[in-house]
């Protein structure tokens, strides 16, 4: 890497080294630090939008406010707001044994027609969770007793338990919190089953949630929960200095409120612990497999692209070694992803030649390619809010470079991603896999998805065949076929190069060291913050 390369990458944490040096050893801290009461943590982002049925709000802290008829573990499918459940010999009605004594956080009870009328809640919405395979399966929901319901499916659907299980949308809020009888015009209220519920929100500045002290998984002793927004980088890095938060993680955007070597900082200090955890999921870039009138569209691009990426140097240079290299879009230990994949390294020479028998030549204009009078030029997006993803766009525009691809990089803000996503207005964009807890059936389903991957996966020669594999692995069920056609779609996907692997990753937290039961959650995009304790 060159002196101009390696300058480029430590930037940010020189800024953050001459912060602490020029920091006063008698910076005053606020209440909350000193009586470790309160956890008030760092978001980029406001809690927007709290409607559980809807996917605007912050997936943290609807964690916080609502739950699911069952939980996602480490050792699988568990109890949450089910006791029990039954599967039917065929496989498409799921009967459930419903939790007693529990109310929402309005004094609402929770049974069995509370299950039916949020379920038929999500369902009336259909066309807002068209990624959710789920939500296309549900014939009916339907009420045996006061503790018992039924859900009915058109079909077998092996992941049903594990799409019940996720943040959203399939978790309850009050039937008294409904607008003209369903959520998808609203909801009046924010009142769910869970350990805390919201009681303060200031757009754009900070939203509290105290302990729900009825909760029937016993109160949370860690009373109450701010969510401070602030942007990423120096600002939270000053507020931590300051005590007026003690708390920062990767949220659910993928952002990262505070780079690896600012958290260190904070470590050595001896008043903070960082908390780590294991393989999450996979930071890629995605190819715009649609867009025929960018060089994105041809295989040899993106193939080529993937051979530029240096993915050890974003590995220790830029997540010092906290996120590993990824060469697939999935890490083998991912359920049914150990699948054997050519693996396309760092490779400059091996990317030149693959552009050069495409057609793309560097004439007497200039240092980037082209190809019929056409530039090889393309756009990457990434989160604004996110150190690390700038860091890595601007390592790989400098690599890109090297063999010819002008790449312009793009920050906006991950609502603006997320639009251009569903619309297909890029060529290339950061994003992530769904995480263990999810995968691969809900990453893989969204490839089918007009909100998510659809213009991802549509350019493709063999598309029509992958998403019928796609359809035909979500019912399956015989196990050795399902790992079949995993396979087929895995090996698609990855030798057309439309989800080019970054590194795999995990959520950090930086946290006071006094506070206890810190643990992660079988996804990234939610903290169990009701079994942590100040010592």
């Not at 319901?149 to 659907?157: A, D, F, Q, R």
């Not at 979500?474 to 196990?479: C, K, L």
């Amino acid at each position: 890497m060159t002196r101009r390369m390696g300058s480029l990458l430590r930037t940010f944490m020189v800024s953050v080294v001459l912060l602490v040096g020029c920091s006063h050893g008698d910076t005053e801290k606020t209440e909350l630090t000193n009586k470790g009461k309160e956890i008030v943590y760092a978001t980029s982002k406001d809690i927007n939008d709290m409607n559980p049925h809807f996917y605007s709000g912050s997936m943290p802290a609807q964690g916080m406010v609502y739950e699911s008829l069952v939980e996602n573990t480490e050792d699988g499918i568990k109890p949450l707001l089910a006791e029990s459940w039954e599967v039917s010999e065929d496989g498409k009605v799921y009967t459930f044994h419903l939790r007693k004594n529990v109310t929402f956080h309005d004094g609402e009870l929770f049974n069995a027609e509370a299950v039916k009328r949020n379920i038929e809640a999500v369902q009336s919405n259909a066309s807002k969770h068209s990624w959710i395979k789920l939500s296309t399966k549900i014939v009916a929901c339907n009420v045996l007793d006061e503790y018992t319901v039924e859900l009915v499916l058109s079909e077998p659907y092996y992941p049903t338990l594990v799409e019940l299980s996720m943040t959203r949308p399939y978790v309850f809020i009050s039937p008294k919190n409904f607008v003209n009888g369903g959520t998808k015009e609203g909801v009046s209220g924010y009142n769910g089953t869970g350990p805390y519920k919201l009681t303060e929100h200031k757009v754009d500045q900070y939203a509290v949630f105290e302990a729900n002290e009825n909760y029937w998984g016993g109160a949370p002793k860690v009373k109450k929960i701010t969510a401070k927004v602030l942007p990423a980088g120096e600002t939270t890095f000053l507020a931590l200095q300051k005590g007026e938060v003690n708390f920062v993680f990767t949220d659910d955007r993928g952002a990262n409120s505070l780079d690896v070597a600012a958290m260190n900082q904070f470590v050595e200090s001896g008043e903070h612990q960082t908390i780590r955890s294991q393989p999450m999921n996979t930071g890629i870039i995605v190819a715009n497999s649609s867009k025929t009138e960018s060089p994105v569209y041809e295989k040899a691009v993106r193939e080529a692209f993937w051979h530029a990426i240096d993915r050890e140097t974003i590995s220790k240079q830029i997540f010092e070694g906290t996120e590993q290299p990824a060469d697939t879009l999935f890490s083998s230990n991912v359920h049914y992803a150990n699948v054997k994949l050519e693996k396309r390294g760092y490779d400059l020479e091996k990317a030149k030649k693959i552009l050069e028998e495409a057609g793309w030549g560097i004439g007497n204009t200039g240092e980037f390619r082209s190809k019929n009078g056409k530039p090889l030029a393309m756009k990457l997006y990434y989160d604004v809010n996110s150190s690390t993803q700038k860091m890595q766009a601007e390592l790989i525009q400098y690599t890109v470079k090297r063999i010819g691809v002008q790449l312009e990089m793009i920050g906006e803000e991950s609502s603006s991603i997320a639009n251009r996503r569903s619309t297909g207005d890029y060529d290339l964009l950061f994003n992530q896999t769904w995480g263990l807890a999810y995968d691969p059936q809900s990453t893989i389903a969204a490839f089918t998805s007009k909100s998510s991957y659809y213009h991802t996966t549509r350019g493709l020669a063999q598309a029509d065949e992958l998403y019928k594999k796609i359809e035909e692995v979500m019912v399956s069920t015989n196990e050795e076929h399902r790992k079949s056609l995993y396979a087929d779609i895995l090996t698609i996907v990855h030798e057309e190069a439309v989800f080019i692997p970054i590194t795999n990753g995990r959520v950090t937290i930086l946290a006071p060291k006094n506070l206890q039961g810190i643990s992660f959650k079988q996804t990234q995009f939610e903290l169990p913050f009701e079994r942590m304790y100040f010592e």
